[in-house]
């Protein structure tokens, strides 16, 4: 079945460490998305890819680093730089951005850091 | 600056009832507006995707409604059920948002009671 795969679903870090989210898809879709989900904030955008060895900076990137090597693959790598990285994290896809697609979602990946 | 806003923020019904859930946005140049469900640790679903041109989209027992010229959709869930229970978001795609991207709002977490 298409659809978008993130992986892993639960991951504990300890302070001071990088750790890589990953997110697969096989939707043949353009663009690629990173959101973060905290209680009481909605979600905010981290990082979009509107194209294959292109990505763009969303609302909160700092800290956050990403690559688009493949259509189909747009890992998210959470820095020792992120101050508060315990979060939900999300990865989403669609036809491309900014067309007014439709808008997939992974089941996402829960990061605690210890 | 794009702002989503959803009243209210949380919803108790009883199971058979109608319900009306709303969602506000500060911008009216939007491409479009989709509707989404979460379950508690999930990702998102999309329920229903609305053009700038459409006036309302039906899937089932759900219709969605959107008044640009007043920045408002509503979600209207028919004859709702235990298993509607779950958080619902809007989010808007248009020139008002960050470089086209989604703008969500904070959601309405809706419980249905049996």
């Known amino acids: 079945d298409g659809g978008i795969t993130q992986s892993p679903k639960y991951l504990f870090r300890k302070e001071g460490q990088n750790v890589t989210l990953s997110c697969e898809q096989n939707?043949?879709?353009?663009?690629m998305y990173w959101y973060r989900q905290d209680p009481g904030q909605g979600l905010r955008l981290i990082y979009y890819?509107?194209?294959?060895?292109?990505?763009q900076k969303g609302d909160i990137a700092e800290g956050y680093s990403v690559s688009r090597e493949k259509k189909e693959s747009f890992p998210l790598t959470v820095t020792s730089a992120q101050k508060n990285p315990t979060a939900f994290y999300l990865c989403?896809?669609?036809?491309?951005?900014?067309?007014?697609?439709?808008?997939?979602f992974g089941e996402g990946s829960r990061l605690t850091v210890l | 600056k794009q702002e989503v806003t959803q009243i209210p923020a949380a919803l108790s019904v009883p199971e058979g009832e109608n319900l009306v859930l709303n969602c506000s946005f500060t911008d009216s140049a939007i491409y479009n507006l989709q509707w989404f469900r979460q379950d508690p640790g999930k990702g998102l679903t999309s329920l229903l995707l609305?053009?700038?041109?459409?006036r309302e989209q039906t899937s089932g027992r759900l219709n969605a409604s959107l008044d640009k010229s007043s920045g408002r959709s509503t979600l209207y869930i028919a004859a709702s059920q235990p298993g509607d229970s779950a958080t619902y978001l809007c989010a808007v795609d248009g020139w008002g948002g960050s470089q086209g991207n989604l703008i969500f709002g904070k959601g309405t977490k809706l419980s249905v009671k049996p």
């Open positions: 989403a896809s669609s036809i491309a951005q900014g067309a007014g697609g439709e808008l997939f």
């Open positions: 890819s509107q194209i294959v060895n292109d990505f």
């Open positions: 939707l043949n879709h353009d663009a």
């Open positions: 609305i053009q700038s041109s459409q």
